[in-house]
């Protein structure tokens, strides 16, 4: 273990330097300057709600387990900082390579966005992957799921925020391909849990992402960014009551889980994401958001005890049933949605339904095929896989305060 | 108390499905849309920060307890989303049925803001209080806050936003009153104390509180935003300098504590809030600012050994002395100023006199009455009083932890 | 001690009421109105968000000793209200007193960045003052901040934004001289270390910091606030990046440690801060966030070895490397990029170079003085300094929750 932590502490600054090292020469090559930052794209308010959604709310989200709160909020600035960077030097390099069509398509593209895919993904490999297999993953979830975009946008006609909302489904469905290759921690652990605590910390982090959540749907909205600030707000209210309905009637005893209510409470901001910016009535977004509650609370009631235990996938923070299912539930609506609202214009319908289904379809299985194909990558010997006795253990990381003196 | 237990796992989820049945109902059939949303009368960036204030500074701010930290975070936003829906309704039913006038003066409410009454309610009986009469307790207090500033308005033609800043006033009393049908704890609890870590995480919700109340103090104010939004700022600048000094001179061997100024830095955006809008010169909102803390500090010494002990009411988080006794102070000063401003106009100013001293008392009447009778009810066999012992107390309503073994 | 105690007992609220007296009168008499407020001078989004950094982001910033989270958050406040009042009241008596040409010059000056300087002084001698000693410090500093801006731009002709910017270099410097005159803590004391609860409430606040930071550095950038913001951002993420590199090649078993992270996260910001509104390409202010992020923790590694050691300066929480350094790198890499820019220029180029050159020595060189009498004056007997012994420690200052055992 000690010859493996020495590989460890070699192999991180020389993948960040590298990194670090092309992303500077290849921003100075293809000259991509502020102006055009895909990043002024959006106004500045909201580019900061997404940010401080992003390096704050999920960094303290996944504070939950016991001894990995350094970790958590550590590795989360480091992913989404190296996520934006790439996202926004893939971006300047498709602009510089693509005709002008295509680059008006792209250019409203935010790369903070992009790097949720990451940090759900991580998530669910929480605690159990060293920052060298973290910063592989993001850097090829990056690529990848800019491709999926790309091809989405390009060949699939799907409008921009849509292909963009993909970004939730992409990041749990890639997170748990790569989590199925990674061995299971052992049932007896006792890491793998939270303290009261640090169960608050991450109630901290929820808050705030439910707070902001409004924000990130609008950020992408042109011209209804006000229907979707407040579908979602619905969505998101509706959603909180019914987490605490259905944690009492699924817990043993009748009590409130602090899990159920973390993940329920966002189910509705997911799902609701899609069809946002043109939901007419509150009331929909407030039946939407009731139903993301539901198959959450019920997923990870389900999913846990049978589906999860046959595949031996080990979701650490449930992405599954907080990203993954609700971004389905939201995807399906919105193609509902859809058809109700347009039932006697059936050839435009049809066109429609195909492409949203297959843009929908064809995400989720890339998402599978690339995060497993990246999962046996991430195990091969040259990464140096943080042994199961070690999972969920800041101190294999980090040095301990009472281990140090100075400042 | 087992089956007291049983009792409250049945009834929470009934309850919370019919209203939340109820809501989207009504929703329907009220025909309440987006454009036409409540929520929209105020920008986003306004509406995000009351909304951040109540959710989270709020959630945090009520922390202080030892063992009571994810009920307070957890059923504060329950309460804020279940008050935030009743509001909105009640305003689009009132809407539907008033005719033109009305409706135009009803309309730039805010749902949000109201809740701010329910929030400060229920901090009055933090930790004594189960679910179901949390729930009871705001549906009855939103709709007896809208029905008294429907009556402010209509009757005593009291202005917009005076009748809303009536929130803090109203929210307290009516609190009180409640708390006075509940049993004290027992002097002997420990449970009713908080550790040096919860101390830290309220002062998180309350700095919170604090740097978002000028947002607060001017979401109403139509015209004269940035005045109000400096008065506060000065307002609160002083008192939090003022709750230092007093915190010092009260405390037996001269140290500050933390609970004086918790309460003692607000207290100046409270009382600021009726006259944000209208005071010319910051060193008037300084010197408001300081009387706030003054009243607030010397209020919780004396009203705690006095007052209180005198009528069996216990003020679980102080909510008389850091609402209720500067916001008096912030009417009888809006008043003040007034007629020192226009003494020279005698009729007008006896007329708007008698109006605002009017709202005012009706308002604390409204608010002791039916909170009294709230806590007559809400103290039926019917709901289940929490008992005593039970008081204060986490994990009589939560799984906690290290019971817990999944996700 | 016991006879210290009291002293301080009295000598605080004296001291607060007086200068809050003088305030209130000053300001009544200085006839200082909210139109003409300095604080209006930016829109209310970016002041908010500055304040955000300031009460919130420092306050927790600092809560990383173990035994000082009461002070940390506590006293930053404190000395921010004080700061902030006493900067618009200089600068309402500078606008009274000077001829109009450099009233307008003045004007447009923020209160609450001025503090800054206050809050980075004060983080350099945590632990080790007493309220009084803060306080005076507070006036002081503020005084000679805005002194020594007025010298900057009267008479060596620097531009608004540039002496803005001298404001962590000033803050670094006075605090460190400050600091030089108090006597160090015992080496084998415990209370000056962190616990990993108190690192991760750090984080929290050094999270805030970061995501604010562009507010910070854009508020006063009068055209090219776009460029600014992302300028900072650019930077502050490769400095993240970097400061995980370098925490594990300097720490002896090549684990992160959290104090490296802390710091250097920010360093970027700093570094960036006076050439952000002027940087073309974001690979240049990606490079400089990368020195700052070096300097900051090779500066951490050979100051406190060599340099603090034989000064006998203590530091404690590293401002020197965290603010100090990476405004110097700052201020040099302006004018170096400046002369790129404009070599072909040379009669204004010589002159500009001098201007800067001389601005940022005279600022040090004021700061470093001003802030060794300071530190003379504070150990006064007058001011009764705190023993040794009862460095960073709450319970001196505060009532404690002492009957508490666990949460």
Redesign the interface.
Known sequence: MSSN??N???S??LL??I??AA??IL??FF?????D?P??GIS??AF??V??MM??GF??YL?FLKRY??SS??FN??II??G??CSMLIEGVLVSFLPNKIEDRLKRRTAVVSTTAVVISSAAVLGKTN?VQLIVMTVVEVMVFWMNRWINTKFLQNPDNISMMHVHLFGAYFGLAVSSRFSEPSPRSEKN?????????S??GT??L???W??FNSVLAADS???A???T??A???S???A???S??T?K???????H?RSA?LAGGVAVGYAAHS?????IA??LG?LASVITILG?YCL?RCFHATLEIH?SS?VHFTFGLPAVLGAVAQVILFVIKNWTNLPSLHFFVVIHIGAFCFTISVALVTGFITGLILNLKLFKTTPVSKYFE?QF??????L????
């Open positions: 932590y020495r460890f502490q070699n991180v600054p960040i330097i990194l670090e992303f500077i921003f100075y000259d991509i300057d502020n102006d930052s990043l002024s500045y308010p900061q709600d940010s401080h390096i704050f960094g303290f504070t709160g350094f909020t550590g600035l480091l900082v190296i934006v960077q920052p849990g939270s303290t009261p605590k640090s169960d608050l910390l109630m901290l808050l705030f439910w707070v902001f409004p924000s960014k006000g229907k600030i407040y579908n707000y619905f998101l209210a509706v909180a009551v019914t605490f309905v259905l009492v009637l817990t005893d009748g009590k409130f889980r602090m899990s209510i409470v939901i007419e009535y509150p009331w407030m039946i009731l990870s846990q979701d449930g800041d990381y980090w040095e301990f305060p009472h140090s003196v100075g400042f």
